[in-house]
């Protein structure tokens, strides 16, 4: 059982990352994927998440309208993309295997760092 996360892709300010995060070892529909990042010397923020049995999202309201998620089923991957990328937004970001609740985050992916250019 893992989730596989893309590489760090570099952006320039204003632009878009989109990571990814592929589902191995279980079933891919029987639990949420969140998105999580802790910037260097903050805590941790949670993004969000996405059910992939319909593709409904919530969405954390800081990240409300610049975030984007979504789940592919046949492929068993989830992806988050963020735009409008800003010098406050690089930090790793990690997807999630859970149940709905933050406090029950079961399975972690390794993070994908996606630094902003200055």
């Known amino acids: 059982v893992q989730l596989v996360q893309s590489g760090a892709e570099l952006r320039n300010p204003g632009a878009s990352v989109k990571v990814s995060c592929k589902a191995s070892g279980y079933t891919f529909t029987s639990y949420y994927i969140d998105w999580v990042r802790q910037a260097p010397g903050q805590g941790l923020e949670w993004m969000g998440r996405i059910d992939p049995v319909d593709g409904h999202t919530k969405y954390a309201q800081k990240f409300q309208g610049r975030v984007t998620f979504t789940a592919d089923t046949s492929t068993t991957t989830a992806y988050v993309e963020l735009s409008s990328l800003r010098s406050e937004d690089p930090a790793p970001y990690s997807c999630?295997?859970?149940?709905?609740?933050?406090?029950?985050?079961?399975?972690w992916g390794p993070g994908t760092q996606v630094p902003v250019s200055s």
């Open positions: 999630a295997m859970g149940e709905g609740f933050v406090t029950s985050l079961l399975l």
